[in-house]
């Protein structure tokens, strides 16, 4: 994902990272939150084409008249607008809110609660002694596994005359491959991938081989979007901004690991020119002549700063056939 390299300081400065990408992605892309809310509940909305947000700041009353401020991550409506008019098509319209977590922990369904009826209150109407509010559909996205393979959560309110459960969605980033990312266009997710491999930081900074095959990844997630601006299906914009907060979740995500952060960064963050170095990917990927695979290896080595090992491994060359190409090289 070529893009001049931020500051480290700046990407640490936040003690809450995380859910800054959240909120960046959501704000900034707020399109894309169309295909990630349809996946999350399974709806089909294609007839929604705008996305319109509520405040994120909220002040929760106490005892004694004090005031606590809450921020959310992210409450909003989806409207059915006329494409020419951009009038609303329908008075229906479908309020979420979505939570963004970064470990598992059972205390965010308090946390919901506030947000879900604080976001109704506001928007409460009063006719006639009658209170009527909304609650959003509500979902969380773990970035890390709970532990349970669980979809969903409740919130259950007992009442005099009867019992409310209110279903909380739950979305793991780790269930999602790279193809159904794209497939499914959940490209909001993207920034969060790097997640997959948390458990395994130890091993791909010292395993050549690992850390090369990850850098390759990121490489042909480059050129994903690269294919989805010259189509026209994403705006140039959208890609940078992935760009700029994968190497923020990978700055703190991979704090602890020097190597694994400084290479991966380099991928994502401008030493290489991906459209040079996904051709070469991709030429890499077919069967031919070993004279072929040796000029894309030498190019691959020279374009991403790898070694003769890495290059292989990102190329899908058997481990076997590495001492025919090493001693060609020489």
């Known amino acids: ?59 929760m009353n106490h005892e004694g008249g004090r005031e606590e401020k809450r921020i959310t991550d992210e409450s909003f409506r989806l409207i059915a607008r006329d494409e020419k008019t951009k009038e609303k098509t329908s ?74 459960d209110i279903d909380v969605r739950v979305v793991r980033v780790g269930d999602y491959s790279l193809d159904e990312i794209f497939g499914k266009k959940l490209y909001i997710l993207l920034p969060f991938y790097l997640f997959w491999y948390e458990k395994q930081f130890p091993e791909y900074n010292t395993n050549d081989k690992m850390l090369a095959s990850l850098k390759a990844e990121y490489v042909t997630i480059g050129q994903r979007l690269d294919e989805l601006v010259q189509q026209g299906v994403m705006e140039e914009y959208f890609k940078k901004i992935t760009q700029e907060m994968s190497v923020k979740v990978l700055v703190n995500l991979a704090a602890k690991y020097d190597r694994l952060k400084e290479e991966v960064r380099d991928v994502m ?27 894309n290896l030498r190019a691959l080595m020279e374009t991403m700063s790898l070694t003769a090992e890495q290059a292989l491994a990102a190329l899908k060359v058997p481990e076997e056939e590495y001492p025919k190409y090493l001693s060609m090289l020489k």
């Open 1 to 59: 994902m070529g893009q001049e390299r931020p500051s480290t300081k700046d990407e640490l400065l936040s003690s809450t990272p995380y859910d800054d990408v959240h909120r960046t992605m959501e704000n900034d892309c707020r399109k894309w939150l169309i295909p990630l809310v349809s996946e999350i509940f399974q709806e089909n909305l294609d007839e929604y084409n705008d996305v319109v947000f509520t405040k994120e700041t909220h002040f």
């Open 269 to 295: 963050g401008g030493k290489v020119i991906m459209t040079e170095a996904t051709r070469i990917l991709n030429q890499g990927k077919v069967e031919g002549k070993a004279e072929k695979l040796l000029e």
């Open 91 to 164: 008075v229906k319209e479908k309020k979420y809110l979505c939570e963004c977590q970064t470990n598992a922990d059972s205390s965010i369904l308090i946390r919901m609660f506030e947000y879900a009826t604080q976001t109704a209150l506001d928007e409460g109407v009063l006719e006639d002694h009658i209170l009527k509010v909304t609650i959003p559909h509500c979902a969380v996205i773990f970035l890390r596994p709970p532990g349970t393979d669980i979809d969903s959560m409740t919130m259950r309110i007992a009442a005099p005359k009867g019992t409310l």
